[in-house]
T-cell receptor, first 111, second 115 residues
Framework: GNSVTQMEGPVTLSEEAFLTINCTYTATGYPSLFWYVQYPGEGLQLLLKATKADDKGSNKGFEATYRKETTSFHLEKGSVQVSDSAVYFC??????????FGAGTRLTVKP | EPEVTQTPSHQVTQMGQEVILRCVPI?????FYWYRQILGQKVEFLVS????????KSEIFDDQFSVERPDGSNFTLKIRSTKLEDSAMYFCASSSTGVGGGEQFFGPGTRLTVL
C-alpha cells in the first residue's frame, strides 16, 4: 500500500544552519506529495506540495523536489530560523484522496 | 482567512462512554476528513466524506466510529463506546476538491483522553 517514511528526529540545529529532512515514499502510480508543518499548539498547515515528477514545491524558504527515480521528496532550507521550530510531516495523497503521513520530524532551532 | 475549527480542544471521558467530536469545515469545501494521532505516533487517516456519505475509510474506522454532517456547517465524529486506545489527538480537515493533490486544510485538533 501507499506509505511514507521520513527521517526520525528530533533534529536540533543552530540558527542559519542548513536543514534537510529526508522523506521517501512507496506508492502505485503517481501520488501527490506534501510537507505539512505543525507549530506548537496548532494544527497541521500545508508548507508545500508537488503533484508530479520533477516538480519543486517551495514556500517560506523551504524547498522539496519530487524525485520519481529515488521515490523521494526531501525537505530543505538553506538557513533556518528559531521560528522554524516545529514538527514537519511528509505526506502523500493518491486518487482516493486519503492523506498518508510520515511519523513526523521535530525540529528545534537554537539561537 | 477561513479556517477549520474544532471543539472541544480537550475531551476527557470514561472508558465505555460515547463521545462526539465536532468540526466546522471551511464553508465552501465539499470534502471532509478525520485523522487521528496517537501520542508520539504518526497521523493516521480515518475517514473521508463527500456528498453526505463516506467515500473512503481506513481499517481503523470500525463499527464503533461514525461520521455525520447534521447541518450545513458541522461535521462530527462519534465514538460509540470509547476504549483506552482511542486516546489520541483527532484532526478534522476539509478540501474544495476530491482529486489527489488538492490541499487539505486542518483544524487545530481535539485531544481525547479516555480514562
Amino acid at each position: 500500500g501507499n506509505s511514507v517514511t521520513q527521517m526520525e528526529g528530533p533534529v536540533t540545529l543552530s540558527e542559519e544552519a542548513f536543514l534537510t529532512i529526508n522523506c521517501t515514499y512507496t506508492a502505485t502510480g503517481y501520488p501527490s506529495l506534501f510537507w505539512y508543518v505543525q507549530y506548537p499548539g496548532e494544527g497541521l498547515q500545508l508548507l508545500l506540495k508537488a503533484t508530479k515528477a520533477d516538480d519543486k514545491g517551495s514556500n517560506k524558504g523551504f524547498e522539496a523536489t519530487y524525485r520519481k527515480e529515488t521515490t523521494s521528496f526531501h525537505l530543505e532550507k538553506g538557513s533556518v530560523q528559531v521560528s522554524d521550530s516545529a514538527v514537519y510531516f511528509c505526506a502523500l495523497s493518491h486518487n482516493n484522496n486519503d492523506m498518508r503521513f510520515g511519523a513526523g520530524t521535530r525540529l528545534t532551532v537554537k539561537p | 482567512e477561513p479556517e477549520v475549527t474544532q471543539t472541544p480542544s480537550h475531551q476527557v471521558t470514561q472508558m465505555g462512554q460515547e463521545v462526539i467530536l465536532r468540526c466546522v469545515p471551511i464553508s465552501n469545501h465539499l470534502y471532509f476528513y478525520w485523522y487521528r494521532q496517537i501520542l508520539g505516533q504518526k497521523v493516521e487517516f480515518l475517514v473521508s466524506f463527500y456528498n453526505n456519505e463516506i467515500s473512503e475509510k481506513s481499517e481503523i474506522f470500525d463499527d464503533q466510529f461514525s461520521v455525520e454532517r447534521p447541518d450545513g456547517s458541522n461535521f462530527t465524529l462519534k465514538i460509540r463506546s470509547t476504549k483506552l486506545e482511542d486516546s489520541a489527538m483527532y484532526f478534522c480537515a476539509s478540501s474544495s476538491t476530491g482529486v489527489g493533490g488538492g490541499e487539505q486544510f486542518f483544524g487545530p485538533g481535539t485531544r481525547l483522553t479516555v480514562l
